[in-house]
C-alpha cells in the first residue's frame, strides 16, 4: 500500500512537469526472442545484432535511446499508438505493413528463409509447416499448399518441430542456422524461400524527421562498411 | 551471483544449477513473482470496491444510476477478458492521453488522428516519453490493475447483487420496524449479513483472479508465465553462457506447484473467514456451528 502510494505520488509529480522536447528520449521496441537479431542475455538485457545496430545508429544519430521489449503479436499496434517510437525486431518491410507504418531504409540484405525439419524427406508441398504468426513467412506458407500452423513466439515454432506437431518450420535462415548448428536431431532443408526485402526500422508515418535521421544513420554505416562488421559478426546474411 | 560463477561452462551439476538459477535473468522471474503478488494484493479490494459499488448502483432507487449499474455489470460480463484486455487498455490509455492534450496543449492545431496513429503532443503523453523506464513500467501496472479491476468488479458486482438480495427479508422489515432509515437498514443490518452469502461466489472469483495473471503480458507486464517461456526456451551456445534444450516443461511445472501451492492457502484463509462469518447466522451452516458448540 505504501509502494502504491509512493508511486501514484511520483506519477502525479511526473505528470505535473513539462518538457518541450518529446523526442529527448528514442524508444525502441524488439522482441527480445528472435537471436541473433534480438534477444534477452543472461542479464536480461537486450542483446545481439539490432541491440549493436541500434545502439550505433543512436550515437550516429545523437539521439537517447532506450530499449522495450513487446510481444511480436502487437509490436505494431504499441507503434502506432505512441509506446515506443521505434520497431526494431527483425521485422521485413512488406507493402502490407507499409501501409500501416512507415520504414527505414534496409539495414540487411534480404535474408532468404530456410526450413527446419527432422529429416531431409519431409513433405513441403502438403505437410504441415509451422511459422511465427505475423511474419512474412507465415504468409507465405499460407499460400502455398501446405498446411500453416502459427505459433505466437519463434521458440514455440522450432519445439512443434521437435515434437512432432509441425514437419518443418520456415524462418529466416539466420535464426534457424544456430539452433541447426547445436541441436543434431534437426536439420535445414535445401529448399530455400526468396521472401521480403530486407529488414528496416519501423516508424509511425507521421514521424518522418526521426525515419530520415535514422535512414541517414543508417546510410553512413553502409558507407563507412561499420554495419557489414556487424553483418558478419552476427551472421545475419549477406554484407552491402 | 557465486564467486565460483565466472565460467560456467567448466562447472557441473548442482554448482552449475546454482549459477544457471541466479543469472540476473533469473532474479527478473523472481523479481516477476513479486509483480503478481502485489497485482493480486492491490487488484483483489479494489475490484471488491468496484464490485460493491456496481451492486449497490444496480438495486438502488434512482433509475439512472441503476441503469448504470445493470449497464456495468451486464457489458464487461459479456465481453471475453481477451478482447477486454487487448481493446480496452491502448482505448484507455488514449482517453487519459486525449483529456491530458486538451488540457494542456490548446493550440495544437493538427488532429490527434492521423491514419493509424494515435497523435498527442508530447507534454501530455503519460508517461513523458523521456521519463525513465520503470515510470512506463509502473504505468504499465497501474493500468492493469485498473483493467483487472474493473472485470473482477463486474463479476463481484454480480455475486454482491445476488448477496444482497439473499439476506432475509425478516431481518430488513424488522430494521424498519425499528425505525432506521433505508441507509441505516443498508449499512447496519445488509451489508454485514451479506457476506457470507457472498464470500462462496467471491473466492471463485479470487481463484480465477489469481489464474488470470498471465494476462498480464497482453498489457506490457512481465509475468512469469512470459519468463518461464523465455527461460525455458531452447539457448544455443552462442547467445548465452548457459546453452540448453528446450526446458519449459521444468518451468511451466513449477509454475503449476507455485499456483497449485497458492490456491490451497488461499482455500484455507478462505475457510477460515467462512466460518467466522457464518458464526451467529441464519443459515444451516450457522445452526450446525452453534449445535456443535453446544
Redesign the interface.
Known amino acids: 500500500m505504501k ?2 502510494v509512493l ?2 505520488a ?2 502525479a509529480v ?2 505535473s ?9 528514442v ?1 525502441l521496441g524488439t522482441e ?2 528472435y ?2 537479431y534480438n ?6 538485457e537486450v ?2 545484432f539490432e541491440r549493436e545496430v541500434g545502439d550505433e545508429l543512436c550515437a550516429r544519430a545523437e539521439l ?1 535511446c ?1 530499449w ?4 511480436w503479436d ?1 509490436i505494431i ?2 507503434l ?4 515506443y ?1 521505434v520497431i526494431i525486431a527483425g521485422m521485413s518491410i512488406t507493402d502490407e505493413r507499409d501501409e ?2 512507415d520504414f527505414s531504409e534496409a539495414y540487411t540484405q534480404p535474408d532468404p528463409s530456410a526450413y527446419l525439419a527432422l529429416s531431409a524427406d519431409v513433405d513441403l508441398a502438403g505437410g504441415v509447416v509451422a511459422a511465427q504468426t505475423g511474419t512474412i513467412q507465415a504468409a507465405f506458407v499460407a499460400n502455398t499448399g501446405a498446411t500453416l500452423l502459427e505459433f505466437a ?1 519463434p ?1 514455440e515454432t ?2 512443434a518441430v ?1 515434437a512432432g506437431e509441425a514437419d518443418a518450420v520456415l524462418a529466416d535462415k539466420s535464426f534457424l542456422q ?2 541447426a ?3 543434431g536431431e534437426v536439420m535445414l532443408l535445401e529448399q530455400e524461400e526468396l521472401i521480403g526485402g530486407g529488414v528496416g526500422l519501423g516508424v ?3 514521424d518522418g524527421e526521426l525515419r530520415d535521421a535514422l535512414s541517414a544513420a543508417i546510410a553512413s554505416m553502409k558507407a563507412d562498411g561499420s554495419l557489414n562488421v556487424l553483418i558478419e559478426k552476427w551472421g545475419v546474411g549477406a554484407a552491402f | 551471483m557465486f564467486s565460483f560463477c565466472t565460467d560456467p561452462a567448466s562447472l557441473e551439476g548442482a554448482k552449475w544449477l546454482s549459477c544457471y538459477l541466479t ?3 533469473h ?2 522471474m523472481y523479481y516477476a513473482v513479486v509483480t503478481v503478488l ?1 497485482l493480486l494484493a ?1 487488484t483483489a479490494p479494489t475490484a471488491l470496491a468496484f464490485g460493491f459499488v456496481g451492486a449497490s448502483a444496480a438495486r438502488s432507487q434512482i433509475a439512472p444510476l441503476r441503469w448504470v449499474g445493470k449497464t456495468y455489470i451486464a457489458v464487461v460480463r459479456g465481453i471475453p477478458d481477451i478482447a477486454f484486455f ?1 481493446f480496452f487498455v ?1 482505448a484507455l ?2 482517453a487519459f ?1 486525449y483529456i ?1 492534450h486538451r488540457i ?1 496543449c490548446p493550440d495544437w492545431e493538427e488532429p490527434v488522428r ?10 501530455a ?7 525513465p ?1 520503470w ?2 513500467e ?2 504499465g501496472f ?1 493500468l492493469a490493475v485498473l483493467t483487472f479491476a474493473i472485470v473482477f468488479g463486474a463479476f463481484a458486482a454480480n455475486v454482491l447483487f445476488g448477496a444482497m438480495r439473499a439476506v432475509p427479508k425478516g431481518q430488513l422489515e424488522t430494521a424498519e420496524a425499528y425505525g432506521m432509515s433505508r441507509g441505516q437498514t443498508f449499512w447496519r443490518v445488509l451489508v454485514p449479513q451479506m457476506w457470507v452469502y457472498a464470500l462462496p461466489g467471491l473466492s471463485n472469483l479470487w481463484m480465477v483472479l489469481i489464474k488470470a495473471t498471465p494476462l498480464l ?2 498489457l ?1 507486464v ?1 509475468d512469469i508465465v512470459y519468463w518461464a ?2 527461460l525455458g ?2 539457448k ?8 540448453h ?2 526446458w ?1 516443461m521444468w518451468y511451466f511445472a513449477a509454475l503449476l506447484i507455485f499456483y497449485l501451492c497458492f490456491t490451497k492457502v488461499s482455500e484455507v484463509v478462505l475457510d477460515r473467514i467462512m466460518a467466522k462469518l457464518t458464526h451467529g447466522q441464519a443459515t444451516a451452516a450457522g445452526e450446525a456451528q452453534r449445535k456443535a458448540a453446544a
Open positions: 509502494n502504491l508511486t501514484t511520483a506519477l511526473a505528470g512537469m513539462t518538457f518541450a522536447d518529446g523526442h529527448s528520449v524508444r527480445g526472442a537471436p541473433p534477444f534477452l542475455n543472461d542479464d536480461g542483446d545481439g537517447t532506450e522495450v521489449t513487446n510481444e502487437s499496434p504499441n502506432v499508438s505512441g509506446n517510437d500501416v507504418i513466439t521458440d522450432v519445439a521437435k544456430p539452433i548448428d547445436a541441436d509511425r508515418e507521421s | 543469472t540476473v535473468k532474479m527478473s502485489l492491490i487487448l491502448i490509455d488514449q492521453e491530458r494542456k492521423q491514419g493509424n496513429d494515435f497523435i498527442v503532443c508530447t507534454a503523453k503519460l508517461p513523458l516519453g523521456n521519463s523506464q515510470m512506463h509502473t504505468y497501474m503480458f497482453l506490457g512481465e517461456r523465455e526456451g531452447a544455443q551456445p552462442q547467445f548465452t553462457e548457459y546453452p534444450p528446450d519449459r
